[in-house]
Structures are given as structure tokens and as C-alpha cells.
């Protein structure tokens, strides 16, 4: 078995990263359960079922090969039409960024489509998308700890190129650690 953080190559042949990238998928649309990468088996685990009455509203993975400020993969929110089964590999585009304050620390989601959905790969850029969608997406993140006693804050949606950086720095924290021998399940 491969382990879909370190064995996956996040780029997408003939496409340029960071602005497209393969995402594994975690947690399909629709669901209220907390799905996560066993960081070290490489293995998919329920971490929880939400407390609160929501679902996700997007598609939820990471890009693999990437190590985000809070020391899991890099977020990302899939758009599509149709739900994308767990642990399912997908190639997306990043059109967004959206930040949350979690325990006092920036927690970044790539929002993104998969291109290859013949209704969200038009989007290009965040401000193309009804501004309904964002709407629900913040009150979700803003929502979903809540009956756990967890306060969380939700930044406003920025552009793709505020997503580039991210996903950029996360591949290089990656790749210093990965050097280092520091990375956990490898």
C-alpha cells in the first residue's frame, strides 16, 4: 500500500502547480463525519462525527507532499457537482483561499474545483462563484465546533494567487522537513 501524504506526487503532468495540483479527498460533500489521515499508517480514520447539525459543504482532502503551519497536509475544499469518495484522487485548480483561526493559530483551506467537472471546472477565480456558496462555507467552519466548546474565526475569501503562496510554502516546508528526516509516517 502507498501512503497517499508522501507517495503521491502533488503535481499534475503538463499543468502548472501551485495553481493545479492532484487532491486526496478525506471527507465527501454531504458528510457529518470528521474523516483524517492517520499521519503514520497513511490509513483513513474516523476522527469524529460533527456535534453540530452541519455537513460539509465541499468535497475535503489535502495536497499531498505538503505540510501546513499546523503540521497536518494542506487543506483542501474540492468543489464538484458530485460528491468524490474518500481517499479518491482528484486533479483540482486553486481559485481561493480561506483562513480560519483555530486555537489561536491560522488554519489556510484551498479552495478549489476539480477541472475535470463540467459545471465548477468554469470557475476560475473565487469571485466568479455565487457569493451564496462562501457564505455557507464560512458559517459551516464558523458552526461545526461550536457544541464541542470550540471557537474558531473565519477570514474573508482572498483570490487564487493569496492560495499560491500558501500552497508554495507548504510544498518547501514539505520538502525541508522530508530532507531532514523529519517527517512522520516515512
Known sequence: ????????????????????????????????????????????????????AVYYPANYGFIPQTLAED???LDVLVYSVEEIPPMCLCEARAVGLMTMIDHGDPDHKIISVMTSDPVYNEFEKASDFPKHIFKMLKRFFEDYKTLEGKDVEVDE??????????????????????????????
Not at 487532491?23 to 499508517?41: Q, R, T
Open 71 to 73: 503540521d497536518d497536509p
Open 157 to 186: 475569501i482572498m483570490p487564487a494567487e493569496a492560495a499560491y503562496a500558501v500552497i508554495e510554502d507548504s510544498l518547501n516546508r514539505y520538502e525541508k522537513l522530508r530532507r531532514q528526516g523529519k517527517m512522520k509516517g516515512l
Open 1 to 52: 500500500m502507498i501512503h497517499p501524504w508522501h507517495a503521491v506526487t502533488p503535481g499534475i503532468q503538463g499543468k502548472d502547480l501551485p495553481a493545479n495540483f492532484q487532491a486526496v479527498i478525506e471527507i465527501p460533500k454531504g458528510s457529518s463525519n470528521k474523516y483524517e489521515l492517520d499521519k503514520v499508517s497513511g490509513m483513513l480514520k474516523l476522527d469524529r462525527v460533527l456535534s453540530s
